[in-house]
């Protein structure tokens, strides 16, 4: 949860993104979006870490205690984005503190179907909220945002929690915590 994200941009206004590491370890502030998130000047986008609840409410009606939200950053460059894969990645302009306790996530790219995946997020743009699935996933195609055949992995039905505009973004973690 310390490599999630809330992003304020573009044309949907919230999304979720992943701190995500690379083949250097180097710490490269990358933030692993959606494409279909992206739009405007990225130069003017924030990006919100670590925005909990201290008590959450879960699988209920009842709202969640909002939690502080003062570890905002903003500007980025965008650094690569596909629409077939509806990807897109950030490199987040401003250093952000090492006081954030931020972590950058690893991934696995291996193909292999995780035991169960779990979904870290932040719906309708509010604190950061988790799902899991503890199905096998499936891997198929679907038309979305103009593409035919867009591969994605496959949530048929949460277990825990749901998604909801500005979920939009979010990795999926395996049972390693590595986005697959």
């Known amino acids: 949860k310390r490599s999630v994200g809330l992003m ?37 986008w924030a990006f919100r870490f670590n925005w909990t609840s201290p008590n959450p409410q ?20 965008e650094v690569a984005s596909n629409g077939k894969s509806d990807m897109a990645l ?13 972590v950058w996530a690893g991934w696995d790219r291996s193909g292999n179907f995780p035991s169960y995946n779990v979904g870290i997020h ?8 988790v799902c899991r699935n503890d199905d096998p996933l499936q891997q198929t195609t679907t038309p979305f945002n103009g593409e035919s055949n867009m591969e994605i992995w496959l949530v048929d ?11 939009s973004g ?9 986005i697959i």
């Open 90 to 102: 950030l490199e987040i302009n401003p250093a952000l503190p090492s006081s954030w306790d931020l």
């Open 8 to 44: 304020i941009a573009g044309a949907s206004g919230f999304c979720t993104g992943t701190l995500i590491n690379n083949t250097n370890n180097d710490g490269t502030q990358y933030f692993l979006t959606a494409n279909h998130c992206i739009g405007g000047n990225p130069a003017n």
């Open 157 to 167: 039905n949460w277990e825990q929690g749901v998604t909801e505009p500005g979920s």
């Open 122 to 129: 932040h719906p309708s743009g509010d604190i950061m909220k």
């Open 58 to 77: 879960c699988a209920t009606f009842t709202p969640s205690q909002n939690g502080t939200f003062d570890e905002t950053a903003s500007g980025s460059i």
């Open 170 to 178: 979010s990795a999926l973690f395996d049972e390693n915590g590595r």
